[in-house]
């Protein structure tokens, strides 16, 4: 097996010398290291970004600080743990979904925040990025694998439950996040190549009725947007305009770092938030872009590896499923950006100013590197 | 795990294990969909990019050039710029006016007029994106506090700009004129290029007749503004060139002197030099400050301005058009000499009327009971009319147009002075073109005096009074003295716009000028007090015009009617007798008698041109600094 050839050398390198150091930690040091260095990259561009403010830069780095020690945390956990805790994680995640369509605070149209005497201001949508793959995972990799097509119907009920209660907030791009993360699981417990082909093919009938039915006028309008940006040049147009001139303008090496016109003369719309990786491609050019997806390939195929070699069904499933939800992460933010796809609200993972998404985040880390560093010394 | 199920963990393992395999595929295609979308944005379309990112920065702006400073011959400073910080909105860039407004008002003072005049603009046709000014002359304190508030106001800026500014206030406005803000019909005559970042245009005066000279040449500037319009700084700039410095013949302690001789009155002087033809003094009083129309005036203030009973908007030294009176009567003299109707000695009896029938209408002379025996040196002295009646009917019409023609009436004859009008010289054409009759000898008596349908602007009269100064030699009245810098005034003028008046006897100049001079210095002369004392000889010529023009009707007080129903009083001079160096024509609405009222106003200006200023060679110099200060 071809994958098994390249992984153990990895692994016996990882088992011996500073091992017992990181093990005891339960720290992988490899994404470790990845990880402190896009966040500290991130942080320049965060400085440009945010028109030199030092004060963004500070409040990021304490969320930072925040975040990682809550990767460590979570790390220090056994994912025999989480996979007790599950099933509780989701009941109170759905419950505290509802309560933020009852109860929850917001701004620009949408409720999204639960303030809990005695606790700081969350999402729990976010919570839900994490609790909802965990929760498919537990469910599915308590019976046999592949799954039959039964339990894939409990699974999606699974999904579509704390789904149609995050549209309903209205967020979209969270919601397709948290969709997207439990049916990573499916895909990774070997549901059929049919099933799948059927799935896409029942989505592609969907979409139209969607649109007419599901989508609000402002989702409809970010994709007619996307599809012909310069038809409504100062409205919602002007931002994917804005964001591709930035990126065009930056060209091999970009215009330098604090010298980006496009965010600096303040063309570029939330340009320390959403659109960053613009300012980014425009200061450091493809270059910078080119190292950028880099980190963040590195990153996502370590994680990866770490899926490969877990030891149970539930840590396997729950750490692809966390991988490909930062691969999502990535790829539906700089292709937004970029004008490949709509515009939804979707930060760039670890680089966006903002605090909830990148906790989250390191959490998803932190149970990666529990599920890599919790093994027991016998073959499974 | 539930019963009847079984785990194959290895099998579990082997499928996870493929499907981490096409999931890896599966990221490494798509970010590979990323890099290559980076690659064609900024690789492939790099240039298209650019060029959209630099039309978002860089603007291209025109610069307003400055305007040429005027001067007058002594190079005091008569028109400069100075700059004004203005609040400006640029409609485009605002989202809601009201709103905006609305803000502005809780930060600065804006008046009721402000914002009618504002508004007023907003529906005037304009150039997209050129900001409209709303509040001119912001002290220091509103430019602090609007630079703390502007970041709330999109399209709002402070701007600083040249505005032209007149010193001398109303003293000056007649004689230059004044600019304004470019209006409507401007908007369609003037090029636009050169005209991109001009706000300002010259309305009336010098400063509408040497607008070329004085506007100079667009220059355009670069610059990088932000998203919301704002202009970061300047990249690139060509300078633009300023407007040519221009220097009057006009003086101002002269101009100064006229406006003060005619304080609490109304009328005009006009003074000229006779070798030059330059305008030294051009006053119309009252006057008012040309300063409120550049930036413009409220339309309060306006109508308080057009609805004065002084009509100090009228340039009465330019478009009053009065009956000249008596002040004719030297140039007619002239014109019996030359024409043959009159000798110098003939003599004439005047028993107090004349009649063209022994038996018909007599019209009168001023002095009841006459003046007895009068030769032609003593009409023009003692402003006989019956000798003058008698010569215009002995003339006729034609005879006497032809004459007072070549004096320049009835006609506009300036060089550069806009808005003159050209009186009206009458004729037996004219009167038959204008009035269907024909021309009785009875307009010509009326003629002979410059009463009926003869009607001249001071300026005309002060013209015609520097050809009798000049004996015959014609020159075109003009306000330009030099153009300063390196540019020569040779070539941008045209030709003479009239020829010399060459008599049969050349020494005919000299009996008429003599005839005037016996009006200020001898015995009988009607002006005699005028001159007495003077250290020069002096020559003049008084007159009275009938005022018709009031109606009847309008709703006056009783005195005012009284008071506005006098004769105008006129004098015409020149001083010295040989080499004259000024010419004067000075008009008193309502004054009453010329040899009263016109005629000492004349005196003190012949005594300051004579006498008072050419000793103040001091003084001259600390004007002469001025040019230092620019």
């Given at each position: 097996m071809a994958l098994r050839d390249f992984?153990?050398?990895?692994?016996?390198?990882?088992?011996?010398?500073?091992?017992?150091?990181?093990?005891?930690?339960?720290?992988?040091?490899?994404?470790?290291?990845?990880?402190?260095?896009?966040?500290?990259?991130?942080?320049?561009?965060?400085?440009?970004?945010?028109?030199?403010?030092?004060?963004?830069?500070?409040?990021?780095?304490i969320r930072i600080g925040l975040a990682f020690f809550v990767m460590f945390v979570f790390a220090q956990l056994d994912p025999s743990v989480y996979r007790r805790w599950t099933p509780w994680l989701y009941g109170v995640g759905l419950i505290a979904l509802l309560a933020v369509l009852l109860v929850g605070i917001g701004a620009k149209g949408a409720?999204?925040?639960?303030?809990?005497?005695?606790?700081?201001?969350?999402?729990?949508?976010?919570?839900?990025?994490?609790?909802?793959?965990?929760?498919?995972?537990?469910?599915?990799?308590?019976?046999?694998?592949?799954?039959?097509?039964?339990?894939?119907?409990?699974?999606?009920?699974?999904?579509?439950?704390?789904?149609?209660?995050?549209?309903?907030?209205?967020?979209?791009?969270?919601?397709?996040?948290?969709?997207?993360?439990?049916?990573?699981?499916?895909?990774?417990?070997?549901?059929?190549?049919?099933?799948?082909?059927?799935?896409?093919?029942?989505?592609?009938?969907?979409?139209?009725?969607?649109?007419?039915?599901?989508?609000?006028?402002?989702?409809?309008?970010?994709?007619?947007t996307l599809l012909d940006p310069e038809s409504d040049p100062l409205g919602a147009g002007w931002n994917i305009m804005q964001s591709k001139t930035a990126i065009g303008s930056g060209g091999w090496s970009g215009k330098g770092w604090m010298q980006g016109t496009q965010s600096h003369l303040e063309f570029l719309p939330e340009s320390h938030t959403d659109f960053i990786v613009a300012v980014l491609a425009e200061e450091f050019g493809f270059v910078g872009m080119l190292a950028l997806m880099s980190v963040y390939l590195l990153i996502l195929t370590r994680c990866l590896y770490i899926a490969a070699n877990a030891q149970d069904s539930f840590s396997r499933l729950l750490a692809g499923a966390l991988t490909m939800t930062f691969f999502v992460y990535v790829f539906v933010n700089v292709g937004m950006v970029s004008g490949l796809l709509p515009v939804v609200g979707v930060p760039l993972p670890l680089i966006s100013y903002g605090g909830t998404s990148i906790v989250t985040l390191m959490a998803a880390f932190g149970v990666l590197m529990s599920i890599h560093t919790h093994r027991r010394m016998i073959t499974a | 795990m539930p019963w009847g199920e079984f785990k194959d963990t290895a099998a579990e393992r082997r499928i996870f294990q493929r499907r981490t395999l096409v999931a890896l595929l599966l990221l490494w295609v798509m970010m590979g969909v990323l890099i290559a979308r980076m690659y064609h944005l900024q690789i492939i379309q790099h240039d298209t990019y650019t060029t959209l990112s630099d039309k978002n920065r860089v603007q291209?702006?025109?610069?307003?050039?400055?305007?040429?400073?005027?001067?007058?011959r002594n190079d005091v400073l008569l028109a400069e710029n100075r700059p004004v910080f203005s609040v400006t909105i640029v409609p485009e860039r605002v989202g809601d006016i009201d709103q905006t407004l609305a803000d502005l008002q809780r930060i600065l003072a804006i008046s009721e007029e402000d914002l009618v005049r504002f508004q007023r603009r907003l529906q005037e046709p304009r150039r997209p994106f050129q900001e409209i000014p709303l509040r001119y002359d912001l002290t220091e304190i509103e430019i602090a506090s609007m630079a703390v508030h502007r970041h709330e106001l999109p399209g709002v800026e402070v701007n600083a700009e040249l505005v032209r500014y007149y010193p001398f206030g109303e003293i000056t406005s007649h004689a230059l004129g004044y600019v304004g803000r470019i209006n409507r019909d401007e908007l369609q005559r003037i090029d636009p290029v050169n005209y991109a970042g001009t706000n300002y245009i010259g309305k009336s005066g010098i400063e509408r007749f040497y607008e070329e000279l004085l506007h100079g040449k667009v220059g355009y500037q670069h610059v990088e503004t932000n998203a919301r319009g704002r202009t970061l700084r300047v990249l690139e700039r060509e300078s633009p060139v300023p407007g040519e410095d221009i220097r009057l013949h006009l003086d101002i302690r002269l101009?100064?002197?006229?406006?003060?001789?005619?304080?609490e009155r109304r009328g005009a002087i006009v003074a000229i030099e006779p070798k030059t033809g330059g305008v030294l003094a051009l006053a119309s009083v009252p006057g008012f400050d040309a300063n409120l129309f550049v930036t413009g005036i409220g339309v309060q203030a306006y109508q308080e301005l057009n609805r004065s009973l002084d009509k100090p908007l009228f340039n009465?030294?330019?478009?009053?058009?009065?009956?000249?009176?008596?002040?004719?009567?030297?140039?007619?003299?002239?014109?019996?000499?030359?024409?043959?109707?009159?000798?110098?000695?003939r003599l004439i009896w005047d028993p107090g009327?004349?009649?063209?029938?022994?038996?018909?209408?007599?019209?009168?002379?001023?002095?009841?009971?006459?003046?007895?025996?009068?030769?032609?040196?003593?009409?023009?002295?003692?402003?006989?009319?019956?000798?003058?009646?008698?010569a215009a009917v002995r003339m006729g019409v034609d005879t006497m147009h032809h004459y007072l023609a070549q004096f320049g009436f009835g006609e506009e004859t300036s060089l550069d002075i806009s808005g003159a009008l050209p009186g009206l010289l009458p004729s037996s054409d004219w009167k038959r073109a204008a009035r269907n009759a024909p021309w009785y000898p009875g307009d010509s008596?009326?003629?002979?005096?410059?009463?009926?349908?003869?009607?001249?602007?001071?300026?005309?009269?002060?013209?015609?009074?520097?050809?009798?100064?000049?004996?015959?030699?014609?020159?075109?009245?003009?306000?330009?003295?030099?153009?300063?810098?390196?540019?020569?005034?040779?070539?941008?003028?045209?030709?003479?716009?009239?020829?010399?008046?060459i008599l049969k006897n050349q020494d005919d100049w000299n009996f008429g000028v003599n005839a005037m001079k016996a009006v200020m210095h001898s015995a009988k002369g009607t002006a005699r007090r005028a001159a007495f004392g003077a250290p020069y000889e002096m020559a003049g010529k008084t007159g009275t015009a009938q005022v018709f023009s009031l109606a009847q009707d309008e709703e006056y007080d009783a005195d005012e009617i009284r008071e506005r129903l006098r004769d105008h009083a006129l004098f015409i001079g020149f001083a010295p007798i040989e080499d004259p160096k000024i010419a004067v024509a000075v008009i008193v609405e309502n004054g009453g008698s010329g040899s009263g009222t016109a005629a000492p106003v004349a005196r003190a200006l012949f005594d300051a041109w004579l006498m008072e200023f050419p000793n103040e060679g001091e003084a001259m110099v600390v004007g002469q600094t001025n040019e230092e200060d620019r």
């Open positions: 992984s153990r050398p990895l692994s016996h390198q990882s088992l011996s010398g500073p091992r017992s150091f990181w093990s005891a930690l339960h720290i992988d040091p490899i994404l470790l290291v990845l990880l402190v260095g896009l966040v500290a990259f991130g942080l320049f561009v965060l400085f440009s970004g945010g028109d030199g403010r030092i004060e963004l830069v500070k409040a990021q780095g409720q999204r925040w639960l303030a809990l005497p005695g606790l700081p201001r969350f999402q729990p949508s976010e919570l839900m990025k994490i609790v909802v793959p965990m929760m498919v995972a537990w469910y599915l990799s308590r019976h046999m694998l592949p799954p039959r097509l039964s339990k894939v119907g409990v699974a999606l009920i699974l999904v579509l439950l704390p789904m149609g209660l995050i549209i309903k907030q209205p967020d979209l791009g969270t919601s397709l996040l948290v969709g997207s993360a439990g049916l990573f699981v499916v895909f990774f417990a070997g549901i059929r190549w049919r099933v799948i082909s059927a799935f896409f093919a029942l989505v592609s009938i969907a979409a139209p009725l969607m649109w007419f039915f599901g989508m609000r006028d402002y989702q409809k309008q970010r994709v007619l | 291209v702006q025109s610069v307003a050039p400055p305007r040429g400073l005027v001067y007058d101009q100064k002197l006229a406006f003060e001789l005619l304080a009465r030294a330019l478009r009053g058009q009065y009956p000249p009176g008596s002040t004719i009567k030297p140039m007619l003299a002239i014109a019996a000499l030359d024409s043959g109707v009159t000798t110098r000695d009327y004349f009649q063209l029938k022994p038996s018909g209408r007599r019209y009168r002379d001023w002095k009841r009971g006459g003046h007895g025996w009068v030769d032609l040196t003593a009409a023009v002295a003692e402003s006989c009319d019956i000798y003058f009646y008698d008596v009326n003629m002979g005096i410059g009463q009926g349908f003869n009607l001249a602007t001071p300026l005309q009269l002060a013209t015609a009074t520097t050809v009798m100064a000049n004996r015959g030699q014609w020159q075109q009245p003009r306000l330009l003295n030099d153009v300063l810098g390196d540019h020569s005034l040779e070539g941008r003028l045209p030709p003479p716009s009239k020829d010399d008046i």
